[in-house]
């Protein structure tokens, strides 16, 4: 050949691994496609805003897989998202590592409904890879590619034990905040993210009742919720202040005083758990026993789910029956208060 020719096919020879490397560099990747969920890039159904939590989920999922891919030595991409992985990842988090997290080592072993949550993100994340044309890998579909939640062991607080606890009288202004705050979130069925974070626009009068009328910040829906009579004791407890509630704290600190609150107020019955040992009832009570509290109360006194469903804002009867927080010595207990009140209908039918 000539000098000329030889020249450009040893120059392309000799370039094709850079020229490789270019091509490689600017094509998608997975990791490239969760940077972009949890940049908040990749919105949801209809457009609609991801929340912070979410994409925090987000980031979790891809410090996960980042772990995965470095101690295993299993390259993560869309080709290689198959069952085989599926496997190998589950079994990787269930049996628990060591990383590296803000300059220490931590150990990391998850718990089922964590290594679920990854699972339900990944599959996202696929959806949209293949909906963008970046793979034709469909293996996360498969039926196997699943893993299955555990039943978490929450509580709920009755009708009257939520008044048993606001009228309950405490010589701490810091609990007594607590308190009435828990109480108010009982009352309205909120997230605490919203429950504690009421506007003074938030409360609108319509007619001669007042509502709290409110975007919630998980779901963006805006949700009406009438206000309870003691919810109306707490807004003229707390006038002085623009919203009428009681001041916010951090959820952290607000989960440590509401199971002082509890425990003082007398919540001490001892819970029957399926995933942990029993603990007395104050142990168990958190910001987001709140709002369960508030769904299964309702449920209990015969509210169609579907218009508690317009309340709380949730968009399926799937996700609300999560909040339902009946075990089964709950349910044997309404059946037999069924059974004799079925009973006593029939002997009276008998006598008359």
């Known amino acids: 050949p000539l000098p000329g020719t030889l020249r450009k096919y040893l120059t392309d020879f000799l370039n094709q691994?850079?020229?490789?490397?270019?091509?490689?560099?600017?094509k998608p990747t997975l990791f490239n496609l969760i940077d972009r969920f949890i940049?908040?890039?990749?919105?949801?159904?209809?457009?609609?805003?991801?929340?912070?939590k979410t994409c925090d989920n987000y980031n979790a999922t891809k410090l996960h897989l980042q772990d995965f891919e470095r101690i295993k030595k299993y390259k993560i991409n869309f080709e290689t998202i198959?069952?085989?992985?599926?496997?190998?990842?589950?079994s990787f988090l269930n049996r628990g590592y060591t990383t590296l997290r803000d300059g220490k080592n931590k150990m990391v072993k998850s718990k089922p409904n964590t290594i679920a949550k990854d699972i339900r993100n990944l599959k996202a994340f696929m959806?949209?890879?293949?909906?963008?044309?970046?793979?034709?890998?469909?293996?996360?579909?498969?039926?196997?590619?699943?893993?299955?939640?555990?039943?978490i062991d929450?509580?709920?607080?009755?009708?009257?034990?939520?008044?048993?606890?606001?009228?309950?009288?405490?010589?701490?202004?810091?609990?007594?905040?607590?308190?009435?705050?828990?109480?108010?979130?009982?009352?309205?069925?909120?997230?605490?993210?919203?429950?504690?974070?009421?506007?003074?626009?938030?409360?609108?009068?319509?007619?001669?009742?007042?509502?709290?009328?409110?975007?919630?910040?998980?779901?963006?829906?805006t949700v009406y919720i009438p206000c309870h009579p003691i919810v109306l004791e707490i807004f003229k407890k707390y006038k002085s202040n623009p919203n009428k509630l009681p001041k916010s704290i951090s959820v952290q600190k607000f989960n440590q005083y509401i199971k002082e609150v509890c425990m003082l107020a007398g919540?001490?019955?001892?819970?029957?758990?399926?995933?942990?040992?029993?603990?007395?009832?104050?142990?168990?009570?958190?910001?987001?026993?709140?709002?369960?509290?508030?769904?299964?109360?309702?449920?209990?006194?015969?509210f169609p789910p579907k218009e508690i469903m317009k309340i709380t804002g949730h968009k399926t009867e799937e996700s609300f029956n999560k909040y339902i927080?009946?075990?089964?010595?709950?349910?044997?207990?309404?059946?037999?208060?069924?059974?004799?009140?079925?009973?006593?209908?029939?002997?009276?039918?008998?006598?008359a």
Not at 82 to 90: G, I, K, R
Not at 127 to 136: L, P
Not at 192 to 220: C, H, R
């Open 325 to 351: 927080r009946l075990t089964k010595l709950d349910t044997a207990k309404r059946l037999s208060q069924h059974m004799k009140d079925m009973w006593d209908k029939k002997l009276m039918r008998v006598v």
């Open 39 to 52: 940049a908040g890039e990749i919105k949801g159904k209809k457009g609609k805003e991801k929340s912070k």
């Open 127 to 151: 959806n949209k890879a293949v909906s963008f044309g970046y793979t034709n890998n469909l293996a996360y579909k498969h039926d196997n590619f699943s893993f299955g939640e555990e039943e």
């Open 154 to 221: 929450a509580v709920y607080i009755k009708e009257n034990e939520i008044e048993k606890i606001f009228r309950f009288k405490l010589n701490n202004d810091k609990l007594e905040n607590v308190k009435d705050l828990f109480v108010f979130g009982c009352l309205v069925g909120l997230r605490f993210s919203d429950y504690s974070n009421v506007k003074p626009e938030n409360i609108i009068e319509e007619g001669s009742d007042l509502f709290i009328k409110i975007k919630t910040k998980k779901a963006g829906e």
């Open 17 to 26: 691994n850079t020229e490789q490397a270019e091509l490689d560099k600017n």
């Open 82 to 90: 198959t069952l085989d992985f599926f496997d190998s990842y589950t």
């Open 267 to 302: 919540l001490t019955e001892t819970k029957r758990l399926t995933t942990q040992p029993d603990k007395p009832l104050y142990e168990c009570v958190s910001s987001h026993t709140a709002r369960r509290s508030f769904a299964t109360n309702l449920f209990l006194e015969g």
